[in-house]
């Protein structure tokens, strides 16, 4: 990560920021380009993205890469999308250890290419001493899937006698999610205002900020932006008072 700050980091900040990347489908065609060339340049705006982070105040980071749905693109897509995951991993892995970062990855194991699945699991495994900062990469990941991924752990242990209730903390802790920061901010590009099965159950709380700019154009002024809009608000978590939970204080 750089050592020239690209901006500053506001005093009441988010520790854990998600990325709606949306858009590249958009900036590509916009230019008479491939969509291909539009997840390329993604690419390179999650780079951009994930060194500006920490810089921001950010401790945690989870991106939207592919999601369960994303699996009814035509076939040529999805293998670009898993190339660049190829190369991202092969590219920028001994960096991000380098750097501190753990890299996790959120959704299901099975259906993946079997080259992928073990790229995910290198990928965690070499980085998995990390604390510095936490990147979470949603891949083969749905909301609604990990909520029913989390469900079926809890039979299971109904099934094998264990002693157990079922509440929040409980499903919670079956989440793909479990172990990292509340998500603070949900960020969406290209101007869509929808979760599309993004972080259902982590989004209870989390501020919401929608950007017209297409995600291959993201960086971080734009993650500035989003961590400006996040610092004007108020957060309740229904109560009346206003709860600070700037870089990790009191969250709940
Ligand atoms: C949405 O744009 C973006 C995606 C479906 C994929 C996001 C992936 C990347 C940024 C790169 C690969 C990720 C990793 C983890 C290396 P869209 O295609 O839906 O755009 P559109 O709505 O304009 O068509």
């Known amino acids: 990560m750089s050592a020239e700050p690209v901006a500053t980091a ?5 520790r854990h920021v998600a990325l709606i990347m949306d858009g590249n489908g958009r900036w590509a065609q916009r230019r008479g380009l491939p969509r291909a060339v539009g997840h390329r340049e993604g690419v390179q705006a999650l780079r951009r993205t994930i060194k500006a982070a920490p810089e921001l105040g950010v401790q945690c980071l989870t991106v939207f890469g592919f999601s369960t749905e994303n699996w009814s693109r035509p076939a040529d897509e999805v293998s670009d ?3 660049l995951v190829r190369a991202f991993v092969g590219s920028d892995l001994n960096r991000l ?4 970062v753990r890299v996790k990855v959120l959704g299901r194991r099975t259906g993946l290419p079997e080259d992928i699945a073990a790229i995910v699991a290198r990928a965690e495994a070499q980085t998995a001493h990390n604390d510095k900062f936490l990147l979470q990469v ?3 990941y749905g ?3 990990d909520l029913a991924d989390a469900a079926q752990l809890l039979v299971d242990r109904a099934r094998a006698g264990e002693d157990f209730i079922v509440d929040e ?3 919670g802790a079956g989440l793909s999610t479990a172990g990292a920061p509340p998500v603070d901010l949900i960020v969406r590009t290209s101007g869509e205002q929808r979760l599309s099965n993004f972080l259902l159950w982590e989004a209870a709380y989390a501020e919401m900020v929608f950007q017209e700019i297409l995600w291959p154009d993201y960086g971080p ?6 961590i400006a809009q996040f610092a004007c608000r108020q957060r309740r978590y229904g109560g009346r008072e206003v709860i600070d939970t700037a870089y990790g204080e009191a969250a709940v």
Not at 10 to 14: E, I, N, R, T, Y
Not at 221 to 226: C, F, G, I, K, T
């Open 221 to 226: 002024e734009a993650l500035a932006e989003a």
């Open 143 to 145: 909301g609604r899937a």
């Open 97 to 100: 250890e380098a750097a501190g």
């Open 81 to 83: 999308l898993m190339g």
């Open 138 to 140: 949603a891949f083969n």
């Open 10 to 14: 506001p005093a009441k900040g988010p």
């Open 169 to 171: 903390e409980a499903l």
